[in-house]
Each structure stands twice: as structure tokens, then as C-alpha cells.
């Protein structure tokens, strides 16, 4: 079993930025995948960014494109979300999650984060 935990998340004003963390432990051999999905509220969960933990390839939403960045330390099992240039539509509660394979779907991520909110007022 897996454990994620989110941190980082809070209220900042459009224009900020947040870094989110999220700390793997538990049987952190058998995911390949991380990423991190989120959702606001009346909205299904959507895909954000992932980072393949072998190799380092990432990929992301075209709507974070060139403001969020997703890295990783895998001394530390621990994954990144850096998210600047914030916007108000950036809101949502947002979610680690750890797969077995290179995916933008949320059913292919098997463990999950509780979720940290993030706010971005206007």
C-alpha cells in the first residue's frame, strides 16, 4: 500500500505562487507515475501535470502550460507542484496521486492524496 500526503496549499492573490508537495511512503516501489489532479467545486477532477519517476519526462495540462512545473526528488519520494502566475480559475482542491503507468486519467492513478486546497483570489 501507498501513502501520499499533500502539502503547500493556501489563499493567495492572483499573480502568486504556491509550491505543493506531496511525500510517498509505504510500497513507493510499485508506482512509475506520479501526478497531480484537481477539482473545483461543481467541476469533475481534471488532469494537472505528471512526472515519470524513471526518467524524469513530464507532461501537463495545456491550461498550467508555462506557469506550473511538476519535478521530483526521488531520494526523497517526494513530488512538486510549482504554480506561478496563479489565477482566480486556478482554485480547487488538488490531489497527489501515483500510477503504474504514463496516463492524463484519473483511473489510471491507484493511490491517492487526501488534497490540499488552493484558493486564488481575485
Known amino acids: 500500500q501507498v501513502q501520499l500526503v499533500e502539502s503547500g496549499g493556501g489563499l493567495v492573490q492572483a499573480g502568486g505562487s504556491l509550491r505543493l508537495s506531496c511525500a510517498a511512503s509505504?510500497?513507493?516501489?510499485?508506482?512509475?507515475?506520479m501526478g497531480w489532479f484537481r477539482q473545483a467545486p461543481g467541476k469533475e477532477r481534471e488532469f494537472v501535470a505528471a512526472i515519470d519517476l524513471r526518467i524524469g519526462t513530464t507532461y501537463s495540462a495545456d491550461s498550467v502550460k508555462g506557469r506550473f512545473t511538476i519535478s521530483r526528488n526521488n531520494a526523497k519520494n517526494t513530488m512538486y507542484l510549482q504554480m506561478n502566475s496563479l489565477k482566480p480559475e486556478d482554485t480547487a482542491v488538488y490531489y497527489c496521486?501515483?500510477?503504474?503507468?504514463?496516463?492524463?486519467?484519473?483511473?489510471?492513478?491507484?493511490?491517492w492524496g487526501q488534497g490540499t486546497q488552493v484558493t486564488v483570489s481575485s
Open positions: 496521486a501515483a500510477g503504474t503507468r504514463g496516463s492524463r486519467a484519473s483511473a489510471d492513478f491507484g493511490s
Open positions: 509505504g510500497r513507493t516501489f510499485s508506482f512509475v507515475v
